[in-house]
């Protein structure tokens, strides 16, 4: 009579037992997913710089669309200021757009755990976004080469000066010329410049003077940044693994200890090595033109400074992932003959992405003696005014400048002394705005002008000139949206797969706990069942009343073990 209530027991132990299995395996896979973070192991797998990899393959040759639309100055009274009888009045004209292709060429992933590459640019013009055709529409622009000789000459001495300026006259330039605008951009005709590339071959290797022909000649720089400690790391044990299979131990190990001195050198430095940062650029971490020499200079310790070291900073292309809002970098493109360094401003959204906004700092185009992060761009203890960078020694000593756009962010003086100027933060600033987790950048705005800087006292004809720094060109280049793929790449990774995942987690951990609730529930009341269990034998001990025939209780008392019947005492008594 007992083994129907021990097996209905044993099976609702088995159930309990089951139960709590699969709430135990329900909660452990949902800490596992948090732990492991499955879209975080995709996003490194796929969007990590290594040989091979979807990011890889995407830099290799960027499928963005990425414009320079160019402004002009014209100069709008030539003969009243010439007269000297009003200051120099310009009218800005444009844009003309062009579009910009880059490829990454010969891409080397070197066993230092860097890669190393040719960045090859091209531009395009783009006639239905600009106001005008640049090879029909005429402007009047100051005479760059007359001007930036004199003023370079004016810079060394005062017989150097007058010495110019009598080998100038004969040649009868104008000091304001009436050219195309794309003979502006591109180069146009000068005698100064073609007298100079034939005497100079090596140093003016060009025949014509382009504003955008000097600004985008990069010509065939080597580039190398660091790769991220993964993938340092991976090729490191990959390089061991071969090392292993194929060469002593005693060659492995002086191998090994001269393979990997760049990278303990660099883990020595105070600061760590910065994904995709640059290491080198042509084969040197510094600026030549700004100071920097080689670190077993006598002098290097004084001479190399953050202002002239390129190493840590950014060729654009592409950031670290992970990106804070404390992170400030520095971006060099050779046309810009610095490192201009950006810093958060504020966080949005951009196609519904998260995305960090950075714009270039106030002090990106100051120089002082006493900030070692600027005072390489001082000239024997001469720095330009707040807002200028200088570029001369990139435009081979002519006394040329770049700032913000129409001098926004400059000193006051440099806009009011041109009429025609009117700096404007939405207009004129710059803004790189990223995807913060992956380090690419989603949209960018960087606006750039070139001035020219002249002192020409010396001069008479060209003495209006004197002490100005006159703007020629301001450029716009602008990645305006990702493509398609990309769009949807991101919205997926960082717009639906942390919903998705964390749903998951929560659904999993819900089912735990509420299998685990439920084996409790059973396993409770399954324990008030057995207390509350019907036993005969209990009803005969313990019955105040004998409702059973005397026979049938002698039989059941069979089963009570031998045990000795103990009744209270009866109220009624059955009789046989």
């Known amino acids: 009579m007992t083994t ?53 393959r995407l830099w290799k040759k960027p499928p963005l669309e990425v414009f320079i639309s160019i402004y002009v100055f014209n100069v709008t009274n ?44 091209r531009q395009v013009f783009v006639p ?28 060394m001495s005062t017989f150097a000066a007058f010495a110019v300026a009598a080998a100038l006259k004969p040649l009868g330039m104008e000091p304001i010329l009436n050219i195309t605008t794309h003979d502006l951009l591109w180069g146009y005709d000068d005698p100064l410049v073609r007298i100079a590339s034939t005497l100079l071959p090596e140093i003016i290797h060009f025949q014509k003077l382009g504003v955008l022909d000097r600004m ?24 061991d693994s071969i090392v292993d299979d194929e060469i002593s131990d005693e060659l492995a190990d002086s191998m090994q200890e001269e393979y990997y001195n760049d990278m303990i050198s660099q883990t020595k430095s105070e600061e760590p090595i910065r994904d995709y940062s640059i290491d080198v650029w042509n084969g040197s971490p510094g600026l030549a033109h700004w100071g920097y020499v080689a670190k077993d200079h006598w002098d290097a310790e004084r001479r190399n400074t953050p202002c002239n070291t390129l190493q840590g900073s950014y060729d ?21 003959c610095r490192t201009l360094p950006i810093a958060f401003e504020r966080e949005g959204e951009v196609d519904g992405i998260k995305a960090y906004w950075f714009s270039i700092q106030e002090n990106a185009f100051e120089s002082s003696i006493d900030d070692p992060y600027t005072s390489c761009y001082c000239k024997n203890n001469q720095c330009l005014p707040k807002g200028l960078g200088d570029l001369s020694p990139c435009w081979y000593n002519i006394p040329v400048a770049v700032s913000l756009p129409h ?94 995942q964390t749903g998951f987690v929560c659904i999993l951990a ?50 009570g073990e031998g045990e000795i019947v103990r009744r209270e005492p009866l109220l009624i008594e059955n009789s046989a």
Request: hydrophobic content about 40%; overall charge neutral.
């Open 510 to 559: 819900l089912l735990g706990a509420s299998l685990l609730a439920t084996a409790a529930l059973v396993l409770l009341c399954s324990n008030e069942v057995a207390t509350f269990e019907y036993d005969p034998r209990k009803s005969i001990r313990y019955s105040t009343v004998n409702m059973i025939p005397y026979p049938l209780r002698k039989e059941l008392e069979k089963y």
């Open 216 to 239: 985008f000649d990069d010509g065939f720089d080597t580039v190398t940044i660091n790769l991220p400690e993964s993938v340092r790391n991976q090729q490191r044990d990959n390089e």
């Open 407 to 500: 001098f926004y962010k400059g000193d006051p003086s440099l806009s009011q002394a041109i009429d025609g100027l009117s700096p404007n933060k939405e207009k004129h600033d710059a803004v790189i705005i990223m995807q913060p987790q992956l380090g690419i950048p989603m949209k960018a705005n960087i606006r750039v002008q070139i001035s020219l800087l002249t002192n020409v006292s010396f001069n008479s004809e060209l003495k209006p000139f004197h002490n100005t720094v006159i703007p020629l060109i301001w450029a716009e280049m602008s990645l305006e949206k990702l493509t398609p793929e990309l769009i949807l790449l991101l919205n997926i990774l960082f717009g639906i797969a942390p919903y998705l």
């Open 4 to 56: 129907t209530p021990t097996f209905t027991m044993v099976s609702k132990r088995k159930r309990v037992v089951k139960l709590c299995c699969l709430g135990v395996l329900f909660i452990t896979l949902a800490y596992a997913i948090i732990v492991i973070d499955p879209t975080e192991v995709i996003v490194e797998d796929k969007l990590t710089m290594y040989e091979g990899s979807y990011l890889n």
């Open 128 to 155: 239905e976004r600009s106001v005008g055709d640049p090879k029909e529409d005429r402007i009047m622009i100051p005479n760059i080469a007359l001007l930036g000789v004199s003023s370079a000459a004016y810079r």
């Open 78 to 121: 030539p003969d009243a200021f010439m007269r000297g009888e009003e200051r120099l009045r310009v009218q800005e004209i444009g844009p003309y757009v062009y579009q910009e292709f880059l490829e990454h060429r010969n891409s080397t992933f070197n066993p230092n755990g860097t890669l190393s590459f040719v960045p090859v640019r």
């Open 316 to 336: 654009g292309s592409v950031f670290p992932r992970n990106i804070s809002k404390t992170e400030v970098f520095k971006v060099y493109r050779k046309a810009f």
